[in-house]
Nanobody, 128 residues
Framework: QTHLVESGGGLVQPGGSLRLSCAAS????????IGWFRQAPGKEREGVSC????????YYADSVKGRFTISRDTANHTVWLQMNSLNPEDTATYYC?????????????????????WGQGTQVTVSS
């Protein structure tokens, strides 16, 4: 059974950093696309970043490019999202999600509707 569990969220001051992790179980991580998404209150869920676990390609939303870094460890079934230079606009519940995919990721891989399996989310709050 496919299972994703996010962790690493919390309260951080503007300019600070957090590292989120997405632990996968129930499937081999080798041939998937893993995405990170976020949803703030009253807003739609939006794609933040995604990674192909087969070729390691990555894609980032413009709003986080240069600040966030996605990476994976297929041997340990984990995908991370390193978030630096956080600002209050980054406050949201962050989710990881998975979908079958062995191709190089692209912009359309940030669309939530592409993903079949979701974690429960972890809260990130950026505030002074």
């Amino acid at each position: 059974q496919t299972h994703l569990v996010e962790s690493g969220g919390g309260l951080v001051q503007p300019g600070g950093s957090l590292r989120l992790s997405c632990a996968a179980s129930g499937f081999a991580l080798d041939y998937y696309t893993i995405g990170w998404f976020r949803q703030a209150p009253g807003k739609e869920r939006e794609g933040v970043s995604c990674i192909s676990t087969s070729d390691g390609s990555t894609y980032y939303a413009d709003s986080v490019k240069g600040r966030f870094t996605i990476s994976r460890d297929t041997a340990n079934h984990t995908v991370w999202l390193q978030m630096n230079s956080l600002n209050p606009e980054d406050t949201a519940t962050y989710y990881c999600a998975s979908r079958l995919g062995i191709t190089t990721v692209k912009a359309t891989d940030l669309a939530p509707k592409q993903y079949a399996y979701w974690g429960q989310g972890t809260q990130v709050t950026v505030s002074s």
